[in-house]
Every structure is written in structure tokens, then in C-alpha cells.
């Protein structure tokens, strides 16, 4: 109030506004009306231009790698890539000779050459992963490096070992016993967009390995989409070396001699679709010494003493081994699927204890929170192993490692 009693004066307050002022009294609002018309379209096109670049296919080319140049050699030796990229560069064109060979695609298994069989698109698009026909999107590779990055960080603060083994599929080693008219069709993978994308993450790359060893003896078969026992035995091999250069002052991954590679018989995974039995046989590696005997204790409780190297098949998991004898006094988590069978005996033979537990990362009905792992068993090397195929079921939104 004023000393003369009156009110105090607003300035403006109930007085008409003059003539002119009129047709623009409502100027702000319609300015502040198109100011948040503007921001909001921004906004869409901002946003709709990012789901675009997140559905765009990931880059095929190798990124420099952020690993020591030792490691890199170790884990993730060169191996030859496709010398085209025709569903990057032409995939019209590379479509139309696709389509044009539509009765051979029409079944669950894809006939190759001199007795080789493939699974279709069926199954995890495996058929048009194995030519680069299905890749990766941008968000799609962003999605398994945010996955995997925290884990590897924090086992690494944690001092846990941790490797990443993607387990090829037979085409990606194979890629000359595809359909003669899919040969041309061929160019990067899906693993090959992961490592070029990842190349901070202690990924194997196995590829170069199998190659040089399949000119000897066979790491796969025609009528199987495993790789043999002795082609994990070769796998085997590059894991000692990665593992070498990545953890130096870690115990060793011994590499047992082996006599001579024995054929097992034929092992037909295709044999319901009709595809016929093709040699060469499934192979596996017969050792010079005796391996020490492994408790194992599947996922039924059921616990028994196996002779050493055999091997611990996925429907026993999960599983838990103790080895007395074993190659180091270390203990492993190790994650895996039906690739891993090859692998099995090793890894008993190598670690102390060791716990074995399907990943489901085929469909990620019950995927494993690696934290509550680790602090549940403590262990001193963490083992992932996936197949390659697998990687077309990126985690979704939201899912982590629990890291």
C-alpha cells in the first residue's frame, strides 16, 4: 500500500491497450506456437535419422585395432575374406541370383558341393549369414559391444581372465563346399562386422586356424554343423596362444601331444531331411598321454568319475567338473552351447574346477547374469563360447550381463 492509503500502482494494469497493439497482442503465443512446432519436427528428424543409421548395415572393414599388436597376431590371426562385397555393393543384383535358385532354397538344408549339407535360413538365418546375405545393423553390432564391453571391464578390474570364443560355422571354414552358384555371392559375415567393430574386446577369431588345418584333416564334416573333436583340438590351440599374449603372467593353457587323428564315423546331423552320409568322417585327435580322470556332476546332480578327454555334451548341463591332476590349479566359468562339446574334455583337463552352464543366446529365453556367477563361484577365468551363427540374436534393449 502507498502512505496515501491507496493501492499500489501497477504500471500497464487496466489500461486499453492502444489501437496498434491489437493485431499483435497474441505474437508471443504464436511465436512460441512455431518455436515448438519447429523443435518438435527437429526432433522427429533428428530421431528418425538416427533409427535410419541404426538400422544401416554396419561397416565390413576392419577398424584399427585398440589391443597390442602381439595379442591382436595371437587372437585374431588374418584370415582370408570374401573378395567382393555384392549384397553391400549390389544387392539388388545379388538378390535376383538368389531368388533365381528359389527350389534349392525351399527346405531346411541347403545341398553344397561333393556331399555338403547346410542349414537354411531356418535356423538363425545360417544360410544367408553364411554368404553375407543377412548382416549386421548398426544397432544390432552397438547392442553386443554394450553387452560384452562392461563384462570385460569389470572382470578385468577384478583380475578374472576373460576370452570371447565365437565358434565359426562350417561355411565360414568350408566356404569353397557352398552351391557352386553361391560361391560368387559371397562377402563378409556377421563375425567379421563384430570384429571390426570390437577390436578392444578379447574376441578368438578361429577362422585362420581351421583353414590351414582342414588342408590335413577334417575340422568339420560334410553332414555336420559341428566342428569335430579334432577341430576343437585346433581351436584349442588358438586359445593357448591368445591366451598367452593376452594374460602373460596367467598359468599357461598346456596343449596335449597327440599320436595321430582317428575317424569316428560319420555322425549324420542331417539324415531326417534326407540328405545322404558323405565322407570324410567326423575326426578326432588321439593323445600321447593318459589324461587324469574328471568328476563331473551334471545338471540332474548326478555325479561321476569319467575318464579324462571325454566329452560333456550340452544336455548334461549345467554341469561342475573337479580334476584332480589338472593342467593348472585355476578354476573357469565357462558359458557355452553344443559347440562346446568339442572343447569340454580340454577345459576339464585344464582347470581345477570348472562350471559349465548353457548361455541360450538362441533365443535368450534364460540368459545368464554373469555377475551373480562370478560372485556366486569366484572363479579365475571366465570362458564365453558362442557359435557363430548365434550372433543374429543381438540382446535386446535393456538385457545385460549384470555388469
Not at 217 to 245: E, K, L
Not at 281 to 299: K, N
Request: include cysteine.
Amino acid at each position: 500500500m502507498s502512505a496515501s492509503g491507496g493501492g499500489d500502482i501497477v504500471h500497464g494494469a487496466g489500461v486499453p491497450s492502444p489501437p496498434w497493439w491489437r493485431p499483435y497482442r497474441d505474437a508471443p503465443l504464436i511465436i512460441l506456437a512455431i518455436a515448438s512446432l519447429v523443435a518438435a519436427i527437429v526432433g522427429w528428424t533428428v530421431q528418425a535419422n538416427l533409427d535410419r543409421a541404426a538400422d544401416e548395415i554396419a561397416p565390413v572393414t576392419p577398424a584399427p585395432s585398440a589391443t597390442p599388436a602381439a595379442a591382436a597376431d595371437a587372437c585374431r590371426p588374418t584370415a582370408a575374406r570374401a573378395t567382393g562385397e555384392p549384397w553391400v555393393e549390389d544387392a539388388s543384383a545379388a538378390q535376383q541370383a538368389w531368388a533365381a535358385h528359389a527350389d534349392e532354397l525351399a527346405g531346411p538344408v541347403v545341398l553344397g558341393q561333393e556331399g555338403w549339407a547346410f542349414y537354411n535360413d531356418q535356423i538363425e538365418e545360417n544360410f544367408s549369414q553364411s554368404v553375407g546375405r543377412r548382416l549386421l545393423t548398426v544397432s544390432e553390432v552397438a547392442a553386443w559391444r554394450d553387452y560384452f564391453t562392461p563384462l570385460s571391464v569389470a572382470l578385468a578390474e577384478q583380475g578374472i581372465e576373460l576370452t570371447i570364443q565365437i565358434t565359426p560355422s562350417a561355411a565360414s571354414v568350408y566356404p569353397e563346399q557352398l552351391p557352386e552358384w553361391v560361391v560368387p555371392l559371397r562377402g563378409s559375415t556377421p563375425l567379421d562386422q563384430l570384429l571390426s567393430a570390437s577390436p578392444d574386446l578379447p574376441i578368438i577369431d578361429f577362422r585362420a586356424d581351421l583353414r590351414e588345418a582342414a588342408a590335413e584333416d577334417a575340422v568339420f564334416t560334410p553332414v555336420n554343423s559341428h566342428w569335430t573333436d579334432w577341430g576343437g583340438y585346433i581351436g584349442w590351440q588358438s586359445f593357448a596362444r591368445c591366451q598367452a599374449a593376452m594374460y602373460p603372467d596367467a598359468p599357461a593353457v598346456a596343449v596335449p601331444a597327440v599320436d595321430r587323428v582317428t575317424s569316428e564315423g560319420v555322425f549324420n546331423e542331417y539324415a531326417a531331411y534326407g540328405v545322404a552320409d558323405a565322407t570324410p568322417e567326423w575326426t578326432a585327435p588321439v593323445f600321447a598321454e593318459e589324461m587324469a580322470p574328471v568328476e563331473v556332476t551334471d545338471g540332474a546332480s548326478n555325479t561321476l568319475t569319467s575318464d579324462g578327454g571325454q566329452v560333456i555334451d550340452l544336455s548334461r548341463l549345467p554341469a561342475s567338473t573337479v580334476t584332480d591332476g589338472a593342467w593348472s590349479g585355476q578354476s573357469a566359468l565357462i558359458l557355452r552351447d553344443s559347440m562346446g562339446n568339442a572343447l569340454s574334455g580340454l577345459w576339464a583337463q585344464q582347470y581345477a574346477q570348472t562350471w559349465q552352464i548353457q548361455h541360450r543366446y538362441d533365443d535368450w529365453s534364460d540368459p545368464p547374469n554373469y555377475r551373480s556367477l562370478v560372485e556366486q563361484y569366484e572363479p579365475d577365468v571366465v570362458i564365453i563360447q558362442l557359435a557363430e551363427r548365434h550372433l543374429v540374436n543381438a540382446p535386446a534393449k535393456g538385457v545385460t550381463t549384470g555388469y
